[in-house]
């Protein structure tokens, strides 16, 4: 089982922690996941070819897998809590602002939505590291958890919301929740509700990340102490630095990168191709499709809850991984084998694909031996994983048109469940990731 330290951590602010990262969770699957369902409108009226809606689709993919590594070097600049409040700004804006022109507005809003919710992918699990101590496990039970839920609201209203706004509206309104998270941001920025390390601090293993620690208590300090901590500061920056390089060159990184990857691109092929396989192996109607999309988002918080209390259970995050992986080839192959039972399946899969998601962004959380290793390692782990991410859905479409049929593309996602399984297997390693400093 992963166990870490506690640190220490003022319990309201845990509380405002849940909350705030929760609506940042919300806000971070909604503007990707709300597009799909109405492609064909957005198609329709802006005369797109299918190269184009299909490029509408996979821009974020691409944009978490380019800008991921960047996102450290931003967090060090500005620190961690300016960071996300510019990404906050940057999505709400671009999520408003999309819909209300051609492709090229659409094509550059989706870039945009793309680099801010990677910002959000990468430092929530250090934000959570950062300022939940012991309770890291279930405060980032909850934010994840959030992910699905704000796809399965996302999958379940855009249609009837474009009904009655159109698309434009409908894919515009995701902003509400955007300004929600942001003013929660506001607020717990305002009450100071962060780290030991402060808002800028980018030391220490409760501390927070970023370059500028400067603050009311390092205002009012001596000289001599000025002075240390100016060296302080720099020591930290210089070892943020070589974490980021080093954990480039760790093994233990690339195992946890490679199940994170896997993971990804199932979660991301299946939820792009799950209606049309319903529809043609089970043979229900699009708007059935449709729904057990939803069924399939709205249990993976279901999951991604659980997991907190799997690595309890089992004691050790590698048969939680070997039991997350079996639940993807039991969606994938009921689906094609027992495909009128396809309602199970899509339960046992939607369960595995939120507890997948929650494992490893868990371990992202409680591997790195310290904040700076934390940060780097989660923008590492997340530019190489979510580049694996953006070629599952494209392959499984090639592979479904080639062959005109399911049974390539499902064996194919198949061996890539079994993949993730092995590579659980040292990635739930309880072996701290990065070299301790004094």
Not at 34 to 63: D, H, K, Y
Not at 139 to 145: F, N
């Amino acid at each position: 089982m992963l166990n870490r330290p506690p640190e220490t951590r003022r319990p309201a602010g845990v509380g405002l922690l849940v909350v705030t990262t929760v609506l940042i969770g919300l806000s971070l699957r909604g503007p990707i996941v709300g597009i799909p369902p109405l492609i064909g409108r957005i198609g329709a009226e802006l005369e797109l070819t299918g190269t184009a809606a299909g490029l509408i689709t996979s821009l974020p993919l691409v944009c978490f897998a380019v800008g991921s590594p960047l996102v450290a070097l931003l967090a060090r600049r500005l620190g961690l809590d300016r960071t996300l409040l510019v990404a906050l700004v940057v999505l709400g804006l671009a999520v408003a602002l999309r819909p209300w022109g051609g492709l090229p507005l659409l094509l550059a809003g989706t870039v945009l939505v793309g680099l801010a919710i990677t910002v959000g992918n990468v430092l929530l699990p250090v934000l959570v590291r950062r300022d939940a101590g012991g309770r890291t496990k279930g405060v980032m039970a909850a934010s994840t958890s959030s992910y699905g839920l704000g796809a399965a609201l996302a999958a379940a209203v855009a249609v009837p919301m474009a009904g009655s706004l159109g698309w434009r509206g409908a894919t515009a309104s995701l902003a509400v929740l955007v300004a929600l998270a942001l003013v929660m941001w506001l607020v717990r920025m305002r009450r100071g509700a962060t780290g030991p390390g402060g808002a800028g601090s980018g030391r220490g293993r409760a501390g927070g990340v970023g370059a500028s620690g400067a603050g009311p208590a390092g205002s009012a300090a001596s000289a001599p102490a000025a002075t240390s901590a100016t060296s302080g500061t720099a020591a930290g920056s210089a070892a943020a630095a070589g974490a980021e390089r080093s954990v480039w060159t760790m093994p233990s990184a690339w195992w946890l990168a490679l199940f994170f990857g896997l993971q990804a691109a199932l979660f991301y092929s299946v939820s792009a191709w799950l209606p049309p396989m319903l529809v043609d192996e089970a043979g229900v109607s699009e708007a059935t499709a449709g729904t057990a999309v939803s069924l399939f988002h709205l249990l993976g918080i279901l999951g991604t809850l659980a997991v907190p209390a799997m690595l309890s259970w089992f004691g050790d995050a590698r048969r939680v991984g070997l039991i997350i992986a079996a639940g993807w080839v039991v969606l994938l192959l009921g689906v094609v084998l027992l495909p009128g039972t396809w309602l199970l399946w899509v339960v046992v899969g939607g369960v595995a694909q939120g507890a997948g998601i929650g494992l490893g962004l868990t371990l992202v959380a409680v591997r790195p031996v310290d904040v700076d290793y934390g940060r780097s390692l989660s923008a590492m782990v997340q530019g190489a994983g979510y580049g694996l991410a953006a070629v599952g859905p494209v392959l499984i479409g090639w592979l479904a048109s080639s062959t005109d049929g399911w049974a390539l593309p499902v064996t194919v996602l198949v061996a890539a469940a079994v993949a993730l399984g092995l590579a659980g297997l040292f990635a739930g390693n309880e072996r701290p990731i990065g070299v301790p400093r004094g």
